[in-house]
T-cell receptor
Framework: GIQVEQSPPDLILQEGANSTLRCNFSDSVNNLQWFHQNPWGQLINLFYIPSGTKQNGRLSATTVATERYSLLYISSSQTTDSGVYFCAVGLNDYKLSFGAGTTVTVRA | DAGVTQSPTHLIKTRGQHVTLRCSPISGHKSVSWYQQVLGQGPQFIFQYYEKEERGRGNFPDRFSARQFPNYSSELNVNALLLGDSALYLC???????????FGPGTRLTVT
């Protein structure tokens, strides 16, 4: 199966700081999603981005499919950004392979 | 529009028992996938159903089974529960295209 590596595993930020999360994957994919998991376990969709660049408020993401990586940017971080961020990839709609996640802690 | 819904929210079972978890997809979505997430790890794919047919199965034992109903809702069944089955069980629904999956809030299963 497709291997997904996320880095760093943990990230501690001061409120207002910027950060970059990385996702490397081992094969060509047709599906790449970024999620934020809240403390209750709900996976919140951030981006569906098999290729290209997207922005949503303070968050943006870039996927370079030919080089098999994706980046998630958090700008001007807030305490509400804390949680676990997952990258998930797949060849189609039915099986996503998840990375181990990046745990982000934003301190006030 | 309502998102993906799952029931129950929490469940406590004893080793050897059987459990049924339920999922209702977003209206118009015909595909339902199930994932297991143990503490500290990313979710692992268990099953996907599309139009009531199994399209894919992850590396899980035969104790795990699922089905999809005519209204596209789905059930995940686990027999002969083990302590290691304790996890958050997530359901996701999607359209054929684009491939984006949307997740429900999960069912937290504890096996004692």
């Amino acid at each position: 199966g497709i291997q997904v590596e996320q880095s760093p595993p943990d990230l501690i930020l001061q409120e207002g700081a910027n950060s970059t999360l990385r996702c490397n994957f081992s094969d060509s994919v047709n599906n790449l999603q970024w999620f934020h998991q809240n403390p209750w376990g709900q996976l919140i969709n951030l981006f569906y981005i098999p290729s290209g660049t997207k922005q949503n408020g303070r968050l943006s993401a870039t996927t370079v499919a030919t080089e098999r990586y994706s980046l998630l940017y958090i700008s001007s971080s807030q305490t509400t950004d804390s949680g676990v961020y997952f990258c998930a990839v797949g060849l189609n709609d039915y099986k996503l392979s998840f990375g181990a996640g990046t745990t982000v802690t934003v301190r006030a | 529009d309502a998102g993906v819904t799952q029931s129950p929210t929490h469940l406590i079972k004893t080793r050897g028992q059987h459990v049924t978890l339920r999922c209702s997809p977003i209206s118009g979505h015909k595909s339902v996938s199930w994932y297991q997430q143990v503490l500290g790890q990313g979710p692992q794919f268990i099953f996907q159903y599309y139009e009531k047919e199994e399209r894919g199965r992850g590396n899980f034992p035969d104790r795990f089974s699922a089905r999809q109903f005519p209204n596209y809702s789905s059930e995940l069944n686990v027999n002969a529960l083990l302590l290691g089955d304790s996890a958050l069980y997530l359901c996701a629904s999607s359209l054929p295209k684009p491939y984006e999956q949307y997740f429900g809030p999960g069912t937290r299963l504890t096996v004692t």
